[in-house]
């Protein structure tokens, strides 16, 4: 069936470090793949999505690059603030159904 | 506008307690959603509403009833939980409940079964 492998976490990174999270997919037909981000006590935010392949996805200095030949979507960021401390979580939309990661925790150090 | 709310955003209820949540949502979509979510781990699909009918039941037991009145109202009806129904509820939305479609989350309402 359809899945997402992640990265396990936690992460722990000096600000202004770069940022990579592992995300593989593997899926039977040509699904939508997301980012979404939960902050301490929330919901989960939409991050950024990419809905084929080649497709780069990108919002507020995060990048991930839709990749069919390695089934990757991994989770870039050039210079993490201490903001960005949340869970992390990769998703994989087939059918009507929402494929989760396991989640990756980053922690940003001043 | 890309928001789902819902209340409570915390509730406490012992087993014997009825109690509802509540999630809303004015973009117009027509697929709903009922997340699970204990603490580290990544949300569980219970529900799934199409167009005001239910269409995906995660086996989730009978004490969690989903209810749909209109496109932009979900409610879950809570009774005779047990303490290991503690967790965070999400709510999310999408357009259709096709494939691609982005779900969108609401703040969730963390329940506490006593």
């Known amino acids: 069936g359809d899945s997402v492998t992640q990265m396990e976490g ?6 202004e470090a770069f940022l990579t999270i592992n995300c593989t997919y593997t899926a039977t037909g040509y699904p939508s793949l997301f980012w979404y981000v939960q902050y301490p006590g929330e ?3 939409l991050l950024l999505k990419a809905t084929k392949a080649d497709d780069k996805g990108s919002n507020k ?3 991930a690059t839709y990749r069919k030949e ?5 989770l870039e960021k050039g210079s993490v603030q201490v903001s960005d401390s949340a869970v992390y979580f990769c998703a994989l939309s087939s059918g009507n159904q929402f494929y989760f990661g396991t989640g990756t925790s980053l922690t940003v150090i001043p | 506008d890309t928001e789902v709310t819902q209340t409570p955003k915390h509730l406490v209820m012992g087993m014997t307690n009825k109690k509802s949540l509540k999630c809303e949502q004015h973009m117009g979509h027509r697929a709903m959603y009922w997340y699970k979510q204990k603490a580290k781990k990544p949300p569980e699909l219970m529900f799934v509403y199409s167009y005001e009918k239910l269409s995906i039941n995660e086996s989730v037991p ?6 749909c009145p ?4 979900l409610n879950l009806h809570l009774h005779a939980l ?3 129904d503690s967790a965070l509820y999400l709510c999310a939305s999408s357009q259709v409940g096709l494939a691609g479609d982005t779900q969108y989350f609401g703040p969730g309402t963390r329940l506490t079964v006593l």
């Not at chain 1, 390695?70 to 991994?74: A, E, N, P």
């Not at chain 2, 009978?62 to 209810?67: D, M, T, V, W, Y």
């Not at chain 2, 209109?70 to 109202?73: G, K, P």
């Open chain 1, 10 to 15: 936690p992460v722990t990174l000096s600000e």
């Open chain 1, 43 to 45: 919901g989960l935010q």
């Open chain 1, 61 to 63: 200095g995060f990048e």
């Open chain 1, 70 to 74: 390695t089934t990757s979507f991994h």
């Open chain 2, 62 to 67: 009978s004490r969690f009833s989903p209810e």
């Open chain 2, 70 to 73: 209109n496109s932009s109202l």
């Open chain 2, 82 to 84: 047990q303490p290991e």
